[in-house]
Structure formats: structure tokens, C-alpha cells
């Protein structure tokens, strides 16, 4: 249930706590008033996260953000957190924490589509929210557009960034198109800025680059370095430089690029499909009975 709106959406959700078994609160702090009732009312607490949410979207600190995320960590019986970072912050507050990462259907990015012959094109997703971390390696993409021929940067989001020096490809991203648009590139990029923000993302981007069979390149920040397995299923670059050269060397190898994107996929499959993470949660449940 939504808890978010008027005060009768609130007490609705405490009338489903009571009579529910377990509780899961997702990734959204609480009043203080209304986080000691849920718990009053609520057998069995967990909190669900998998964003930095203790911090600013910029990484910075914030003390406000900081209390109401410790608050609703100390009084869960549960934490379910989506990376090792965020495991680790909590554990500051809650010992009992439980590292469920994100998975995706990889059912569904078992697409076929054809390639294009005449450019090489390198896929980003995402949407205005992120494009700030696309904008960060653009000089690493002008660079690497003077090295490959026909480098092409394949957008699939909200938005496209025009004149920056090389080829765009705009795509506005659909649930039904996106695994076949991700599909029909090449290689598949994962930039991030090194801050506590990032460190707390989970590595959707990556995942669905992998289910596709992309070889990827990420940078080496926070779950991007537990998901890329250097030199087995894609890259991890520190600098511009990083960038530039990885681009440049799996453009102009496509066995590379396949075998990247084949041990990407079989890894997806293994640790991060729903199958594989649903298994991980209800284990962690039963056990809780």
C-alpha cells in the first residue's frame, strides 16, 4: 500500500499492519509519530532499501535524512538492503541486515535484433534524472568518436543531448522497447561519479545491459565493481583515459565483445534473475517464522 497522501491513506496502512503477518516499509522514511505506531501495530517490521536515501542526491551529507533513515533502521526487526554499501550503513544502526540486491527478468531481454553495419553503437539508459552522469564521460566519448569510425551514443531515456561532438541516436525509452533498442547496440555504458550517492546505487543499467548481452564498461564505483568482472563479462574504468581506450579496443573486437556479453548473461542469469533473488528473500523470510 501507498504511504503517501492524506492522513486516511495512513490509517488504512496501519489497519493492513495489524492484521498482516510481516510488514515491508520500501525504501521511504517515516514520521517520527507514525513510525512508532507502524511499529506498535506491525508483528514483524522490515525496511526494503536500495538507494542512498540517508544522504543528498548530490552525496552529500544531510542530518535530517540521516535521522529519519537511522530511526526507521533501528526499530525493523529486518533490513533488506540492495548493496554491500548500504548494508554497511545500516549495520551501523541494525545488526540484523540482509543484502538482497536488484534482479530483473532476464526472460525478458532474450530479444533478437539486428546490429548496425555502418556505426558502432554505444547504449546508454537511463533517464533527466541520471544524464548527469552521461554528461560526465562526454569528453571520453569525443575522444574515443576520433578513434572509432562511426561511433554512435544510442540514448534511450527522456531526452538527447544534440551538438556534443559526436553521433546521437535518441531513443525514448518504453518498458516494451527497451530490451530490444539495448539489444541492437554494441557495447553498453555505465558511468558514475565517485560519491556516497553513487556507492549506493544498485546496478540496474548493468543488469540490463548483461541480460541483452552487451559487453559493458562501468565505472569502478560501488556495486559497478562486484557486478563487472575485469576482463570476464566487460570493463571498469577509473579515468577518461580508461574510457577512451576501452571503447576504442571492443569496438574494434567483436569477439571480445561477445564473449563479454555471453559470460554477462550466464551471470546475470545465476545471481541476479527474479528466480535467483525471490529465492534469496523467501529463504530470508522463512526464516524469520
Same mark, same amino acid.
Given at each position: ?65 540521516? *535521522? %529519519? ?7 525493523? +526487526? #529486518?533490513?533488506?538492503? =540492495?548493496?554491500?554499501? /548500504? ?97 541492437? *547496440? %554494441? ?7 565517485? +560519491? #556516497?550517492?553513487?556507492? =549506493?546505487?544498485?546496478? /540496474? ?85
Amino acid at each position: 500500500m501507498l504511504l503517501a497522501g492524506n492522513a486516511k491513506n495512513y490509517l488504512q496502512a496501519l489497519a493492513y499492519a495489524r492484521r498482516a503477518h510481516t510488514v515491508i516499509v520500501h525504501r521511504k522514511t517515516l514520521p517520527f509519530l507514525y513510525l512508532r505506531l507502524l511499529r506498535i501495530n506491525a508483528r514483524r517490521l522490515i525496511f526494503d532499501f536500495d538507494d542512498a536515501i540517508f544522504c543528498k542526491d548530490d552525496g552529500t551529507s544531510s542530518a535530517s535524512r540521516m *535521522a %529519519h533513515f537511522s530511526a526507521i533502521v533501528r526499530v525493523c +526487526d #529486518n533490513i533488506f538492503a =540492495g548493496n554491500k554499501y /548500504l548494508a554497511k550503513t545500516a549495520e551501523a544502526f541494525n545488526r540484523n541486515v540482509i543484502h538482497v540486491p536488484t534482479s530483473i527478468d532476464t526472460s525478458k531481454y532474450l530479444v533478437d535484433a539486428n546490429k548496425p553495419e555502418t556505426t558502432t553503437d554505444i547504449a546508454w539508459i537511463g533517464s533527466s534524472s541520471t544524464r548527469k552522469y552521461l554528461e560526465h564521460i562526454i569528453p571520453a566519448l569525443q575522444i574515443a568518436n576520433q578513434l572509432v569510425f562511426n561511433l554512435r551514443l544510442k540514448i534511450i531515456a527522456d531526452f538527447d543531448l544534440p551538438n556534443i561532438g559526436l553521433q546521437t541516436l535518441p531513443v525514448q525509452w518504453t518498458s516494451d522497447s527497451e530490451a530490444k533498442e539495448l539489444a541492437s *547496440a %554494441h557495447i553498453g555504458i555505465a558511468p558514475l561519479t565517485d +560519491d #556516497n550517492w553513487s556507492r =549506493g546505487k544498485c546496478g /540496474l543499467k548493468v543488469l540490463q545491459y548483461m541480460a541483452t548481452g552487451l559487453p559493458v564498461i562501468a565505472s569502478n564505483v560501488g556495486v559497478n565493481s562486484e557486478l563487472v568482472h575485469q576482463g570476464v563479462n566487460g570493463e571498469l574504468a577509473c579515468t577518461m583515459h580508461d574510457w577512451v581506450e576501452t571503447i576504442n579496443r571492443l569496438a574494434s573486437d567483436i569477439r571480445l565483445r561477445t564473449d563479454y556479453g555471453n559470460a554477462g548473461r550466464r551471470f546475470v542469469k545465476d545471481n541476479y534473475s527474479t528466480e535467483a533473488v525471490f529465492n534469496r528473500i523467501l529463504n530470508s523470510l522463512n526464516a524469520m517464522i
